[in-house]
């Protein structure tokens, strides 16, 4: 490391150190510093990497597939950097890299996996040259910060374009990233749901990409997974699903996981169709890229999905099942995973409009929240800054439910008085506090 | 009694909700044993005016209202008369700037519907927040949330409303939206009519009066407490950052 990159990577961790107290604006802090004194230090450590670096962009899903992929890696006995608390903007990922530099301020990693933010993706791409871009979707999401999904697409092609080397790894069930993708001129390889999985109602959801991203015609499926993803095909121009090179077959999809990609049975235990993407993701980047495959699923056997995503609590009795719901795909998948419980439930929907949410909560009635309506359902608690919202839009679908601001009392009250079987879902900012509310209840038994 | 709404090309003009107004409209008049029926029109499906009470013109992106407009000069003329005959339209957003005479953006020009007489004008930066207007319609505050980068001009129109806290049609005129005869166009999304049952109420009363009558229009008075409560959380929200809030906010339900 040159002179002025170890100034920048000493004075960057001195300031980390000093902000541990802060909490996690110390990461953003030690970032920010390190590039101010040393304008490219994220090419000259990413350099250091000895492998590959990976990173992980898309609407839904980011931070599952990131840290997964990261623990495949280690499962490996390999070295990896990974952005794993979240910091998926410029500096945050140039904080993850500095912060993990040895006493000589230099690297000692087999593997990068970063997670980035798509808007943020333009202010790191310029430095940061990936082998890989890991792609989960592109879904309609928190309106406000980026105008609309036409923009994100945009700020994502111009950014590809800055790594031309970089190989994207795209969901072929998905028009939208696939269209990015042939008009990137980068090599791409694509992973998929090779077969019809639900009967679904074609207009049960709003599928953004149900006109051809190439031509503006309307597009035909044969089958469909959920929002716009499924086996597509444009009459007009001839813009279809590509050929899968990591195609995923044999799908289970209820209490647990399970599916077949290259003759290799994968299962997980955890629930959401979702989820079979986000592992699939990971296969094909990592087995495309050369890493030992015999191992996976003694690492997916024990990989738990982190802060929230699927997690799991135990307490007074009540199993507790927190999960991020941030938008109507991800709803959507979180209400399939709770409906695939056929046990009685009590349900709580935290929402807030901070910026990292969305301030606007439009997309609450982009939800098929009538799917509640079952007799399963014992309860609904609507939680957060705008409860009222979710309140008023259950309503519209003849559900009642209870109004209590706060997250905490609401867990508490249905501990006392439920079915001993609860659902959290919570929007963005939510998360955090949400579970830490869990945790530290759980630690009072 | 029946009322039937026309939901015009939701596969292209979706954005933000506008689901939810349409469950809104059906649900107000269900739950006052009015029949609803929706027909959502493709955008190559045939429009037959005549047997709708209630268009909705949701908002898209400028790519979608790209591909919208060309199929509108084709409906202009039947849409235009179904307006001028007391037709019921609420439009929204992408919509509202399709009523107009034209949307000039950065890639060009979107010919409008030409049905009243206002053009927008894409400016730099997007006028986003929560807001919320005074209307002389109704007393109850109108709610709602905007992004728009048009800036709207209603030349001599009625506006839908004062602006009480937000940006409005142009971000400098103080006033939002637009009222002719039975339209009203309007940047607000959240989604617009849940929030704002008395803005339904009206739409759903224009509706019935004209295929069924004034005796038929009065409407029997739903419970809306939560309705009420989600419009007076944006309210107060904001009821501390305007000036001589209360003198401008007619009745707080
Ligand atoms: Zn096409």
């Known amino acids: 490391m040159n002179l002025r990159g170890k100034i920048a990577i000493k004075t960057a961790k001195l300031v980390a150190s000093l902000c541990l107290k802060m909490g996690r604006q110390g990461v953003t802090w030690a970032g920010l510093i390190a590039r101010k004194i040393e304008p490219n230090i994220l090419k000259l450590l990413s350099d250091q990497v000895r492998e590959k670096v990976y990173i992980v962009c898309g609407t839904n899903g980011k931070t599952t597939t990131n840290n997964m992929l990261c623990t495949a890696l280690i499962n490996n006995g390999k070295k990896v950097i990974c952005n794993r608390t979240g910091s998926n903007m410029l500096n945050g990922v140039v904080s993850a890299f500095v912060l993990a530099t040895d006493k000589s301020c230099d690297l000692d990693a087999d593997y990068a996996c970063i997670e980035i933010d798509e808007a943020s993706t333009k202010r790191v791409l310029p430095t940061l040259k990936p082998d890989y871009m890991i792609l989960t979707n592109i879904f309609r999401d928190q309106l406000d910060r980026y105008g609309e999904i036409d923009i994100t697409i945009k700020i994502l092609s111009e950014s590809i374009k800055m790594a031309p080397k970089m190989t994207l790894v795209i969901n072929g069930d998905d028009p939208l990233s696939v269209s990015l993708a042939k008009r990137s001129g980068n090599s791409f390889i694509t992973y998929g749901i090779s077969e019809k999985v639900f009967d679904a109602d074609e207009n049960s959801e709003i599928r953004e990409g149900r006109f051809c991203a190439m031509c503006g015609a309307k597009m035909h499926y044969s089958y469909y997974h959920y929002s716009q993803l499924g086996d597509y095909r444009c009459p007009e121009c001839g813009f279809s699903r590509p050929h899968i090179d990591y195609p995923a077959t044999g799908i289970e999809c209820g209490d647990h996981l399970a599916f077949t990609v290259e003759n290799r049975r994968i299962s997980a235990n955890y629930k959401g169709f979702y989820n079979i993407y986000n592992i699939l993701a990971v296969y094909t980047a990592a087995a495309h890229s050369g890493v030992d495959m015999e191992g996976f699923q003694t690492m997916l056997d024990r990989f738990t999905p982190e802060n929230g995503r699927s997690e799991h609590f135990k307490i007074q009795g009540t199993d507790i099942e927190l999960n991020l719901a941030k938008n109507p795909a991800g709803f959507n998948q979180n209400i399939n995973a709770v409906m695939a419980d056929t046990r009685d439930k009590d349900i709580i929907i935290l929402i807030n409009d901070r910026d990292q949410d969305g301030n606007d909560v439009s997309w609450l009635w982009d939800v098929d929240f009538d799917r509640f309506g079952e007799d399963s359902i014992k309860s609904i608690t609507v939680c957060g800054i705008r409860c009222q919202d979710m309140r008023l839009r259950l309503k519209y679908v003849d559900i009642s439910s209870e109004l209590e601001p706060s997250v905490e009392k609401a867990i508490r009250n249905k501990l006392q008085n439920g079915v001993k079987n609860l659902y959290v879902l919570v929007n963005y900012t939510g998360l955090y506090s949400t579970r830490n509310i869990l945790k530290r209840m759980e630690g009072e038994q | ?253």
């Open chain 2, 1 to 253: 009694m029946k009322i039937t709404i026309g939901h015009l090309f939701p596969d292209l003009l979706n954005l933000y909700g506008d689901r939810g107004n349409i469950q809104c409209m059906v649900q107000r008049l269900r739950w006052r044993g009015i029949e609803a029926e929706v027909k959502a029109f493709g955008i190559d499906d045939r429009i037959d005016f005549s047997v709708l009470d209630i268009v909705l013109l949701g908002g898209g992106s400028d790519r979608e209202q790209m591909i919208v407009c060309n199929r509108l000069k084709e409906i202009k003329d039947s849409f235009k008369a179904y307006v001028e005959n007391g037709g019921v339209v609420i439009a929204i957003c992408g919509g509202y700037q399709l009523l107009g005479k034209y949307y000039e953006t950065d890639n060009g020009r979107i010919e409008g519907l030409d049905i009243v007489d206002i053009y927008t004008v894409q400016e730099k930066g997007r006028l986003i927040n929560n807001i919320f207007l005074q209307s002389d319609l109704f007393e109850m505050p109108i709610v709602g949330f905007e992004n728009h980068g048009g800036r709207t001009h209603i030349n001599n129109n009625k506006p839908l409303g004062k602006v009480i806290y937000g940006k409005g049609n142009d971000g400098k005129s103080g006033y939002e939206g637009v009222v002719y005869k039975n339209v009203i166009g309007t940047y607000l999304h959240g989604p617009l009519l849940p929030k704002n049952p008395q803005l339904c109420d009206y739409l759903l009363s224009r509706a019935i009066e004209r295929r069924y009558g004034a005796e038929a229009s009065k409407l029997t008075p739903l419970p809306d407490k939560e309705e009420n409560e989600a419009n007076k959380y944006i309210v107060d929200r904001y009821s501390d950052k305007v000036e001589n809030f209360k003198e401008k906010i007619r009745k707080l339900i």
